[in-house]
C-alpha cells in the first residue's frame, strides 16, 4: 500500500471510532464553562461583561475595553456587582469586535 493510502484508512477508522483531531477537540466547550463574546468593562467592585440578564461578573485578568472572547467557568454565584460569577479561564483578543464606552 502507498503511504497516501495508509493515511487515508486511517482516517477513515479514526472518524468511525470518534477520534476526535485537535481542532475538533479545540472547539469544544468542557462541561460548565461558557464562552462570552465582546467587551469587559470596569465599575469599582468588579469586572464583568454582558448586560441585562446576560450579565457576568468576570473574576480573573480580562483587558477592559477590548473586544475578547473569553472561556470561563461558572460558579454558580451571583458576583458582588450583580449577574452569574465566572472565573476565567482564558482568553484571546477578537479582531471582529468592537467597544463602546458605557
Known amino acids: 500500500m502507498t503511504i497516501a493510502r495508509i493515511i487515508a484508512i486511517t482516517a477513515v477508522v479514526c472518524a468511525a471510532t470518534g477520534v476526535a483531531t485537535q481542532a475538533e477537540a479545540a472547539k469544544r466547550i468542557p462541561p460548565g464553562h461558557i464562552v462570552l ?19 457576568y461578573s468576570l473574576y480573573g485578568f480580562v483587558p477592559w475595553s477590548t473586544p475578547v472572547t473569553v472561556l470561563a467557568r461558572k460558579t454558580g454565584n451571583v458576583g458582588v456587582c450583580g449577574g452569574t460569577q465566572v472565573t476565567v479561564v482564558s482568553y484571546v483578543p477578537n479582531p471582529k469586535g468592537s467597544c463602546m464606552f458605557r
Open 37 to 55: 463574546n465582546g467587551c469587559a468593562y470596569w465599575s469599582p467592585l468588579c469586572t464583568f461583561m454582558g448586560s441585562g440578564p446576560n450579565t
